[in-house]
């Protein structure tokens, strides 16, 4: 009887504890340490071993910090990582130039709304180019450096100056380039 009451208590035991058979219960449970196993070399590593990441359901990335090191100093090596640095690098370089100048667009833009409702400029109905009414003239930069310097022109004559424009600098490139 008495033996019987031991048995049922340790069976069902306190919670947390992992069984009655000491040779049974893994390693990790009996260091109290948590563990998690590598996927990509698997072996099983304290859980400071990974890095974060809250996409996994463990909050861990799948590869040990080792494995992940290896893999990443691989991918920057591969023609293919290469390549993706290259790309990166170039398009800093293209769009960084490019954003600021469509920043000093917009602030001459701005700059012109705000002439034009205090009445310092006159949008004018006619385009300065054909001469057409317009119910929308555009107001057309030559120099962004001079933002109360506007041609005022309708839509149609304003596309055909930016075509032009656009020429312009390619000609201007092909000349460049030897
Ligand atoms: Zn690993
Ligand atoms: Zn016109
Ligand atoms: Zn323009």
Redesign the pocket.
């Known amino acids: 009887m008495n033996i019987q009451k031991t048995i049922q208590r340790s069976e069902t035991g306190k919670p947390g504890s992992v069984g009655t058979c000491l040779v049974h219960t893994p390693a990790v449970v009996l260091l109290g340490l948590s563990f998690k196993r590598c996927s990509k070399c698997g072996q099983n590593k304290p859980r400071s071993e990974f890095t974060k990441y809250t996409e996994a359901k463990d909050g861990l990335f799948y590869w040990c910090r080792d494995c992940k090191a290896i893999a990443q100093r691989t991918y920057a090596q591969s023609p293919k990582g290469r390549a993706t640095r290259i790309n990166i690098a170039r398009c800093k370089r293209w769009t960084a130039p490019r954003t600021k100048k469509r920043i000093t667009q917009l602030q001459v833009c701005e700059q012109v709304r705000k002439n034009i409702k205090q009445g310092v400029l006159d949008r004018p109905d006619n385009c300065e180019n054909c001469g057409i009414t317009h119910n929308y003239i555009?107001g057309?930069?030559n120099d962004y450096s001079k933002p109360l310097c506007v041609e005022w022109l309708c839509p149609t004559c304003?596309y055909q100056?930016?075509e032009q424009m656009r020429e312009c600098r390619a000609i201007k490139r092909r000349k460049v380039e030897p």
């Open positions: 555009h057309h930069h304003h100056r930016h």
